[in-house]
């Protein structure tokens, strides 16, 4: 069983920045954050494989970066310039097998272990 803790979520103004970060145990071949906001679809935000390859969504693209810490098994999202519609809750996600290669990152079916959430918040 793999466990799955994220934190760092919080309230920011338009514009700041946040860093999210997750600790998992064991090691996991791909890890990767989604989010959902309210009476939207649950979106694969950011990804890294065990290559170190990186995939984004087109809505974070250029302001949010991944960082994977290997020795501790550990994920980073740093987030900049954050907008409204950026507001949802981040769950951090691992997988143990990662079949699908690199275009599967951002699915959802990748994944098989996931954090129990952490809310971030943009006003405007």
């Known amino acids: 069983q793999v466990q799955v803790v994220e934190s760092g979520g919080g309230s920011v103004q338009a514009g700041g920045s946040l860093r999210l970060s997750c600790a998992a145990s064991g090691y996991n071949f791909c890890m990767a954050w989604f989010r959902q906001a309210p009476g939207k679809e649950f979106e694969g935000v950011a990804a890294v494989n065990s290559d170190g390859n990186t995939r984004y969504s087109d809505s974070v693209k250029g302001r949010f970066n991944i960082t994977r810490v290997t020795a501790k098994n550990s994920l980073l999202l740093q987030m900049n310039n954050l907008k409204p519609e950026d507001t949802a809750k981040y769950y951090c996600?691992?997988?143990?097998?990662?079949?699908?290669?690199?275009?599967?990152?951002?699915?959802?079916?990748?994944?098989?272990?996931w954090g129990q959430g952490t809310q971030v918040t943009v006003s405007s």
């Open positions: 996600a691992v997988g143990t097998v990662c079949s699908g290669g690199y275009w599967a990152l951002l699915y959802k079916s990748t994944y098989n272990y």
